[in-house]
């Protein structure tokens, strides 16, 4: 029970920073700050590591391995010429993550 317990808050956490990374990318140029999109992308990888260690996550290897194709090694920047089917990607997979641990498809849009 506290395994699934803290392995549900992670994942709102992954789902958190998704959003945070979201919306970094969808400032506008003058509002855009490169540090912030950094700190919540790098935010978000290090916690989706973590779904890895639980032999009884309900996220499947394959499902794993889309989130951090998603995720990437590294943020998409303005200008990218993968920027919006990156952005367009995390949103995607926020929709798995969310489905995977059965929260509200509204909590997981305004987490």
Known sequence: ?????WEN???ATVIHYINDTVADMSAEAAD?????HAKHWSELKGFA??????????MTAEQFAALHAA?????????AEN????K?????????VGDV???????VESW
């Not at 367009?88 to 798995?96: H, K, N, T, W």
């Open 71 to 79: 995720i990437g090694t590294a943020p998409a920047l303005p200008g």
């Open 83 to 86: 920027f919006d089917a990156y």
């Open 88 to 96: 367009q990607g995390l949103i995607d997979i926020r929709a798995v």
């Open 49 to 58: 590591l973590s779904f890895q260690f639980n032999r009884r996550s309900p």
């Open 101 to 107: 641990y059965g929260f509200d498809t509204a909590d």
């Open 32 to 36: 855009y700050d490169f540090y912030t």
């Open 9 to 11: 808050a992670i994942a």
């Open 1 to 5: 029970t506290a395994i699934t317990a």
